[in-house]
Structures are given as structure tokens and as C-alpha cells.
């Protein structure tokens, strides 16, 4: 939403307040430079994180600044799979309908604003919270995805034993993975990311159609992206919080009237710092120069090109994964790498980091890791006195 890069920025963890980064602090987000422009800004759900809303970004925000959606609906007995001191990593069918989850509601605000007559172009931000932990969802969802189809991720027991110390950290294979495992959660964990998933997309089927009923389907670009992937099991980890591909990669689609075409796939390696700068080139407003990212209209114009330079994910300071159009290659803090070839190893079993085959290729890639890795700003736990204490009094409120 800044078009900023973590390490120009020093925000690079969840609990870090950005706007009290020096660099975000005079940050324009997306919704403010079209403001700038001329347009009027509105948005409802999980745009920003939570904890840190910003009210200069919109005119209005449903139901408020405070809280981004209505609450949902929950199973009773929590934890309601079985899992103790987990906090929201929980799942369960809800016996509440479509209407009464937060999602669904906004989606509805967001289709009302879309029927609107303007006297002005708009932007209008929706986020879903889903499939966001926990995974409640109404029964239907969970009956589509039955136990016995769900296959699970294939996680050879040794996956790990290629690994450096740093990505084994970020992996906690003795913390989620071991308690699912040892709960006999699995299968249910993955049904119920499917029925969550399965859940949002008829949010966004909603809103689509409420699109494409207005006066302004014709001339409205439409993206959609999530913020991270996911692990279901993968290297032995759940939830984001690391630089493989199961955790990095996400979905972006655009429909531009005039300029996209239906099912049009593009191949090459791109980051949603690019979402910023497409939107204004494709708007015809004056570019912003303090934006990272880099124009997609040249892909939206020709997806089958795949000319693209390796593209950057952080994860903590100097921790970075470049991502080609066939490798990933992963550098620690402490200097420790991964390098995975996507052509023969795309769940990336076999970390090849170091080998003679891909050295050149390593000192190629390595040219696009960030020269500059600013200290972090207000809010990184590793800048207290005792970190650990204080990560331990946050996760105990």
C-alpha cells in the first residue's frame, strides 16, 4: 500500500507501527495518491493490519477505522479442535449462515458503494479477513471438501535436514506441525483451509457481480491479490513467517477494460510492490518517485512475456528471497543460504545452495539482494532490552 521496500522502510515485522517509520511516516498509500488525483477513497475489511488502521488513506471507512468488519460468528468449546494454547489457530464449521460472518457484510457494504452513481472516480479497497486463521466457516463449506478426499501435502520426514539453522527458526517444526500431528489434525486443518478458501471466493463472486451490474463495469480495473501464502504442513510448518515458495507466493489477478484479455496467464516473476505503480500508469496519473515497484502494463499488455528480474520477499532484516522464473534462492542474516531449482524440485526438497552447478547462477541472482538493509523502526522486538520477555507478556494478554 506504500510501494515501499522493508528494507528502505526498517518495518519488517506484524508488530511494527509503520506510519512511525521515518521513511512511511510521510508515506503516500495507494488510496491517498488517488486522492491527491482527484478521486474519492472509501474501503471496508482487512486492508491494512488491524492493529495499525490509517485514516488519512480514506474519506470513509465501513464499519469503522477501529474495527475493519463485523465480527464472526464462533463454534462454543474453544479451542474448538482440540488444540491447547494455540490462541486463534483453531478451525470448525459454524452453525450461523453466509450472513452472519463479517466478510459476507462486507461484501454487501462494498456491492451497495459499486451500485452508487459518481460524479467522480473512486477508489474502492475490500478485504477479506478469510481464509485468515481461525478457519470458522458455515457448515456448507466444510461439506464440499469431505475428510476422506483431502489429500495432504507430501513432507518427507528428512525435509529438513538440508536446511540452515535460520530456516529451521522460521519452520518451529516442533511447534504447529508437531501439535496438529500429534492431535490427529491434519486432514482436518487442510479441509477446513479449503472450506475457508471456498467461503471467501463466494465473497468475491459477489462482488464481482455487483460489478458487472453497475454503471461501472465497463470502466473500472479490477485486482486481486492476497498478502502471503500459507504452509499446510510444508518444511513442517503452518501459518507465513518464512521465505519459501509455499509462503511467498500468492495470487494476483487483473481485469483492465481495453487493455487485459480473458484467461491471459503471465509467467514471469513479478511483487505486489508492482500493484502501486501499475494502477497509476494505467489511471494516467503522475507518477510517484518514491515508489520500488515497477510498472506491469507492458505484462498485462503481453502476459505470454517472461523477461522479468528476479523478484525480492523479506522476511526480518537481511533476511531475503529472490524469486526467478525457475529459481529461489534464500539468504539469511547470518549469511546461511538456500538455492532451489524450480524446474526439476517445485515443492523444494533438495536445497542446492553452494553446489559447483549453480554457483554462476547464485552470483547472478545475488546482484538483486538489497544494498542497503535499514535498522528497523519502532516496534521491532529486537531492539528491546528483552525481547523475549516481551514477546512472551504480548503473547500471554
Sequence with gaps: MTGIRPSTSGVYINPQPWRKSPVLKVAKTIPQWFMDHGYSARGSGKIYHGSYPDPASWEEYWPSQKQNKPGDPKPENLPANGIPKTSHFDWAPVPEGDEAMGDWQVATWISERLAEERDKPFFLACGFYRPHLPWFAPQKYFDKFPLESIQLPEVPDDDLKDIPEAGIKMARPTGDHAKVTEHGEWKKAVQAYLANVNFVDACVGRVLDALGGSPHADNT????????????????????????????????????????????????????????????????????????????????????????????????????????????????????????????????????????????????????????????????????????????????K
Design 221 to 396: 480495473i479490477v485486482v486481486l491479490w492476497s498478502d502471503h501464502g500459507w504452509h499446510l504442513g510444508e518444511k513442517q510448518h503452518w501459518r507465513k513467517f518464512a521465505l519459501w515458495d509455499e509462503a511467498t507466493r500468492v495470487q494476483m489477478m487483473w481485469n483492465v477494460p481495453g487493455v487485459t484479455e480473458p484467461g491471459g496467464v503471465c509467467k514471469a516473476p513479478v511483487n505486489l510492490l508492482d500493484i502501486y505503480p501499475t494502477l497509476v500508469d494505467l489511471c494516467g496519473l503522475k507518477k510517484n518517485p518514491a515508489l520500488e515497484g515497477q510498472s506491469l502494463v507492458p505484462h498485462l499488455k503481453s502476459p505470454a512475456e517472461t523477461t522479468n528480474p528476479p523478484t525480492l520477499t523479506t522476511h526480518g532484516r537481511n533476511n531475503h528471497a529472490l524469486r526467478s522464473g525457475r529459481y529461489r534462492y534464500i539468504r539469511y542474516a547470518d549469511g546461511s543460504e538456500e538455492f532451489y531449482d524450480h524446474q526439476t524440485d517445485p515443492m523444494e526438497f533438495n536445497n542446492l545452495a553452494g553446489e559447483e552447478s549453480v554457483v554462476a547462477e547464485m552470483k547472478r541472482m545475488a546482484k538483486f539482494f538489497p544494498t542497503v538493509n535499514v535498522q528497523p523502526s519502532a516496534g521491532d522486538p529486537s531492539k528491546r532490552k528483552n525481547p523475549d520477555k516481551a514477546a512472551k507478556k504480548k503473547s500471554a
